[in-house]
């Protein structure tokens, strides 16, 4: 077979011509604002199963349906929530897949056998053309070779699927370099099951509360069945094996640099590159440029396969905005062989009264250094500019002589959803970049971040584990009154404004219950079990 490209002028005829090709049962290679996609009419079986055929991708592995506009979504969706609607009113088009409940008419071959759909609306004039002309929406998974990195030129889907497919429309490079983000709506709270171009912390200020799935951090079990492309299967790969290492920069860099062989290849951030002289070397972008490094993670990727290194050690972001998306494709084309480098990060948070102080002395006893959230908080108050500025800006004169007039901007925000969000969404992307800095900087091997929004905040994403403290509630209402001398009632209010065990059942990797009769007695027992959670991490890392 003969793979035509087509590079569509004013005149639309390439357009016409590459919609004939999906109508007809076609394979066409699509461009999209994310990576290049393999497209064929999602309402076609056999035009379906020749996607899986070409790419020589498992038949559990679903597609993901592209549509124009968000009028189409009711043809293929039932049961669709506002939820999907606000979303798209914000993010379509653009590079956002949901998961909804499927319509009849959407094959199970599509679905990879599942009774939901991922459906996202592309943001790329080539391609919204393409897909009206036709008339059907377009089934497209990433255009590579299953397991190889997504393409992200027309020349790049050429390598893999040459000879294989139809035609490619080149639509030029892909502006934001990594796959959509996959938020599943049929479950509550809505779950994220790729992370991508659109990042996690936008989506939470449409959606609140957002669960994670496991399948973005770790490897899939054998028996479990994808819900989303990319979930279950070594993925974004080249043909040497790979290393992703994590942990602050200059601790991933200098790790890297310390194991590499004479002839491993790197993939770095720009300001490490000159440390490996010597070494094929291809460069993500600057360490705090994260869109940078979503627009060369896959060309990184597939530049080694134009090479003989044996092993690439690769420098991983943080989880931070589209570093979350970027570090996930690291991992899974390491097979998650992942190495921390940095100190082993322990979040902590729950209700008040459950004990938090007596936890962080039982850290501190085993070595740790514990960073205050609420002390980072009053310290930026004072000393960062930028912060006081916005705070300024967005809520009018809440300094004085003193500091912040807390009063003030208490009357503002309180009684305020929107002034609230506000508020949360300035100072946590300041909160994030301090910790995140005392983290690069760390001395200790343990590090504990003492935060009661670490969830809200994303401070949970610099964490390998996450602690909540819970203790019942007849106890929590006895320490909140001898310790704050107040009442009862307002004890018990204070308890019901907070969020309840389950949310940090859901949220937290571990939980400590303190449900004993002294501090002294829930300190001993903190000290036994970090002293477990820190030996099990370690044996994790050096596996």
């Known amino acids: 077979m003969e793979t035509k490209v087509f590079r569509p002028g004013p005149d639309r005829d390439d357009i016409a011509a590459a919609a004939e090709i999906i109508r007809s049962g076609g394979l066409l290679g699509i461009p999209t604002e994310t990576v290049y996609g393999l497209g064929a009419d999602a309402l076609n079986e056999a035009a379906v199963a020749r996607i899986f055929q070409a790419k020589g991708r498992p038949q559990d592995n679903p ?18 929530p ?17 998961i909804l409940p499927r ?174 002289a010597g070494h094929v070397v ?47 494709r690291l991992k899974k084309a390491a097979g998650f062989h992942v190495v921390d480098a940095g100190p082993l990060v322990i979040g902590l948070t729950g209700p008040t009264g459950a004990g938090k102080t007596s936890a962080l002395l039982a850290l501190e006893r085993l070595g740790g250094c514990v960073l205050d959230c609420d002390a980072i908080y009053h310290r930026l108050l004072q000393t960062d500019a930028v912060l006081r500025g916005e705070l300024t800006a967005a809520f009018g004169e809440v300094f004085n002589e003193d500091g912040l007039d807390r009063q003030r901007l208490g009357k503002l925000v309180f009684s305020d959803p929107a002034a609230m969000e506000r508020l949360n969404r300035i100072v946590f992307r300041h909160m994030s ?18 935060a009661i929004n670490l969830f809200e905040s994303g401070l949970d994403a610099m964490c390998r584990r996450t602690v909540g403290l819970l203790a019942p509630v007849e106890d929590r209402v006895r320490r909140i009154m001898a310790r704050d001398d107040i009442s009862e009632e307002y004890a018990r209010l204070r308890i019901a404004a907070q969020k309840d065990d389950d949310f940090y059942r859901t949220h937290c990797t571990d939980i400590l219950v303190n449900d004993v009769a002294s501090a002294e007695e829930f300190e001993e027992r903190a000290y036994a079990f970090f002293s477990v959670l820190i030996k099990k991490c370690k044996e994790e890392s050096d596996q």
């Open 103 to 276: 319509r009849e008419n959407v094959p199970l071959r599509t679905t990879g056998g599942l009774d939901t759909v991922g459906v996202r609306c592309p943001d790329h004039p080539l391609t919204l053309a393409i897909i009206e002309a036709a008339g059907v929406p377009v089934a497209a998974p990433s255009g590579n070779l299953s397991g190889r990195p997504s393409p992200t030129t027309a020349a790049h889907m050429l390598q893999d699927m040459d000879g294989r497919i139809d035609a490619i429309v080149d639509g030029g490079p892909c502006r934001v370099g990594v796959e959509s983000t996959i938020i599943d709506l049929t479950v509550s709270p809505p779950r994220l099951l790729r992370p991508g171009g659109l990042p996690l912390e936008e989506l939470r200020q449409v959606l609140g509360d957002i669960a994670v799935d496991g399948a973005v951090t770790h490897r899939m079990d054998e028996g479990e069945h994808p819900r989303a492309p990319g979930m279950k299967y070594r993925h974004y790969a080249p043909h040497a094996p790979v290393t992703a290492v994590v942990g602050g920069a200059g601790r991933s860099a200098a790790y890297i640099q310390a194991r590499l062989g004479q002839k491993d290849g790197v993939i770095c951030f720009d300001e490490y590159a000159g440390l490996f």
């Open 82 to 98: 506002p939820s999907a609607y606000a979303l798209a009113e914000r993010f379509w088009p653009g590079p956002l897949t949901m």
């Open 433 to 450: 970049v301090a910790v995140r800095e005392r983290l690069d900087t760390a001395s200790e091997s343990v590090v504990g971040v003492d």
């Open 282 to 328: 291809h460069t993500l972008g600057p360490a705090a440029d994260r869109r940078a490094q979503a627009q060369h993670v896959f060309d990184a990727l597939r530049t080694f396969d134009e090479t003989d290194v044996p092993h690439i050690y690769a420098q991983c972001p943080d989880d931070a905005g589209l570093g979350l998306a970027v570090g996930n």
């Open 63 to 80: 597609l993901i349906l592209h549509v124009p506009s968000v009028s189409w979504l009711e043809r293929y969706c039932r049961d669709v």
